[in-house]
């Protein structure tokens, strides 16, 4: 078997680190696949894959593929327009497409696997249609009028849909309606790397240049990238509204990864920020750490995103640390724990409710450990990556005349079809 995947993205950001995940789960337990990816840009991503032992190639993307958003391109955009946009960014993306189309043609891939939806519009036109194509869906459609256009100017072919929580697939499905048939693969966690057990809390006051934390101190973080969406101002507010005589410390993990500007925060604006809201010395900045050592070093992780998650990694690893987690219960991440039972959720951009449910937790040892405890037992028996993989082979085996008639796949386990392509 080989596999080509397609990133446009060479940054590690959520959905490509769940990508070298599934490539190191192969690696594993189909030593004999070969394994190839062809990345629309340089970064990191490329090093942990060839790591992997995972063949890398980088390609440009095409000018207006690369710096697709949704402004200036309204709703009432027809795909003609669309089309002639496109070609009007140059013979540039006609090459670009060719030049995707020659490698594909000549890597001869079983099985082409897009990872997002920039590297589907490119797989979607570039890869032959005898060809399995697989989609790999980590954000929402319905709030990109732009993207889910050209999305569905590409659902021409049979294209099998991966969502990352069942919320995604059905945003997916009544976006682009019965052309692409999407199931859901939860996203997997390491549970021999995010373990629970003691941590090292120092290492954040240390990276974030604060004096160690007296004992009894309840460390509360939120980990993530700094896309603006992430809740950090929110996280930020919250702290300003807990007495600052409790006995615990915040800290925001993480920094910018993305090239966009605009869409992030940058750590001058967050630092001012919690100056303002008075949080100085309360508050610490830890730049990136190694996860599972960082979530092991909090007593309480906090997911803050101010727009539902399409999953959220950092919930099912903080479960899987045997820490307690208060997520926000919308979109994706909601599917991922009991409110009240592994972890606890609070309504989105909402740092009053936030702020409450810190303190209860900050007040509660025994609160924390229940969850704790909980949340392990949870990772263990839904986000396993063993348990995981299973339907991702069985996706990658299925046999390929399924494929080409667009009627559907199935996978052992699942009674919804895999892979329904359209013909409309
Ligand atoms: C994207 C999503 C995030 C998800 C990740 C992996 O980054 O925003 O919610 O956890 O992909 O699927």
Redo the contacts with the bound molecule.
Sequence with gaps: MKILYLSASAAL???E??LLDLMAMLRESRPDWRLSLVLGGHGPLRDEAERLGVACDVRPLPRLLAGLGDAGLGDGTSQLALAGRLAASGPSALAVLADWRRLIRREAPDRVHANGMKALLLAAWATPRRTPLIWHL??YLGSRAVMSRLLRASSHRPIAGVA?SRSIAEDAMRVLGPRVAVQTIY?AADLNRFTPGPGDPTILDEAAGLPTAAPETVRVGLLATFARWKGQRVFLEAASRLPADIPCRFYIIGGPIYQTTGSQWSLEELRSQAESLGLDGRVGFTGFQEPAAALRALDVVVHA?TRP??????IVEGLACGRAVVAVRDG??AELFHDGVEALGVPPNDPSALATTIGRLVADADLRQRLGHAGRRAAETRFDRDALLGPWTALYESGIECWLDGGGCRVEGEDRPVGVGSRQ
Excluded: T
Aim: avoid cysteine; proline fraction near 6%; glycine fraction near 22%.
């Design positions: 950001g959520g959905a680190l769940v980590h954000d990352v996203n995103s998650e399409p999953f959220g990694r950092v994706g991440s």
